[in-house]
């Protein structure tokens, strides 16, 4: 399968996150993405692939907006977490993403 495209950079609000694939992230942070907004960067472990990649993506660019808007003042970081949570999973249901597994 042809590997997805992944951009290195993202506009939010206005605002450039870089976007980085990282070595060993969820064995060093227990995490398989993060959001980091004074560094303006989203990082996601690079071992992910499809649906799991598609889905840490969203869920970091959604926090994202939640920095860039000011969401984060007003609500706490674990209603984000669902809104974020539930925002990459029904985006991903909604547009019937899903792709076809190598067979081993
Ligand atoms: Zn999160």
Known sequence: MKKMYIPKCVNIMGE???ISPIKDLAESMGKY??????KK???YE??????DLLHTLIHEISH???FETGLYQAISHEILEV?????A????????VTFKRAKK
């Open 89 to 96: 999973t029904n985006l991903l249901r909604l547009c019937n």
């Open 16 to 18: 450039t996150y870089t």
């Open 46 to 51: 690079q071992t992910l692939e499809n649906e």
């Open 33 to 38: 993405g993060y959001c980091d907004p004074k």
């Open 83 to 87: 809104i974020a949570e539930t925002g």
């Open 41 to 43: 960067e989203i990082a």
């Open 64 to 66: 994202a907006q939640g």
